[in-house]
């Protein structure tokens, strides 16, 4: 079966940098387009990132662009997101979250449990 | 960026009841739109995509409608594993992928 888990959270001062990880199994990972989706405390979900199946392209939400990096490794299956200049507003659980369906249908089918990322003093 | 807007804010509905929730989009998305359900607690799930079309597993209870700006999720009878929050999506003009604030369903 799809499982998507994530890794990497913590607590971090802002300013500093954290990465978090997306390990994926049961299904081909290399066919398949990611996201990361982030939701703070109590809020809506708020569209990230993505980066497509091959990495050859990727997308921010301008909340994130310039500070955080979408890569992936199709021979780990893993995906990763890089946070640098973490800011207070960046305190959220972070979701990865499978592209799937079909190339035109952007809509996530799968998603992980999710990492908590509090950004504090 | 399209902003998609969901009402009402809560839903009090009874179990065995219909509930309909309402997704608004600032601008044409044709069909281009997905429903998602979150559990307290628990990361959402895809339950509609292509306005109307029910995801793998997905109960028939769950019925999406709509086109264009103005869309609905209707739940036929409620069940009690059915109140969560549920979030819709648009893909017709990204990125940024967006979602509404969401509709809390909650038992009355």
């Known amino acids: 079966q799809v499982q998507l888990v994530e890794s990497g959270g913590g607590v971090v001062q802002p300013g500093r940098s954290l990465r978090l990880s997306c390990a994926a199994s049961?299904?081909?990972?290399?066919?398949?387009?990611m996201n990361w989706v982030r939701q703070a405390p109590g809020k809506g979900l708020e569209w990230v990132a993505v980066?497509?199946?091959?990495?050859?392209?990727?997308y921010y939400a301008d909340s994130v662009k310039g500070r955080f990096t979408i890569s992936r490794d199709n021979s780990k299956n893993t995906v990763y997101l890089q946070m640098d200049g973490l800011r207070v507003e960046d305190t959220a659980v972070y979701y990865c979250?499978?592209?799937?369906?079909?190339?035109?249908?952007?809509?996530?089918?799968?998603w992980g449990q999710g990492t908590l990322v509090t950004v504090s003093t | 960026e399209i902003v998609m807007t969901q009402s009402p804010a809560t839903l009090s509905v009874s179990p065995g009841e219909r509930a309909t929730l309402s997704c608004r989009a600032s601008?044409?998305?044709?069909?281009?739109l997905a429903w998602y359900q979150q559990k307290s607690g628990q990361a959402p799930r895809l339950l509609i995509y292509?306005?109307?079309t029910r995801a793998t597993g997905i109960p028939a209870r769950f019925s999406g409608s709509g086109s264009g700006t103005e869309f609905t999720l209707t739940i036929s009878s409620l069940q009690s594993e059915d109140f969560a929050v549920y979030y819709c999506?648009?893909?017709?003009?990204?990125?940024?992928?967006?979602f509404g604030g969401g509709t809390k369903v909650e038992i009355k």
């Open positions: 601008q044409s998305v044709s069909s281009n």
């Open positions: 979250a499978r592209w799937g369906i079909s190339a035109a249908v952007v809509s996530l089918d799968y």
């Open positions: 049961g299904f081909t990972f290399s066919f398949y387009g």
């Open positions: 980066i497509w199946s091959d990495g050859g392209k990727k």
């Open positions: 292509d306005a109307s």
């Open positions: 999506q648009q893909y017709d003009n990204w990125p940024p992928l967006t």
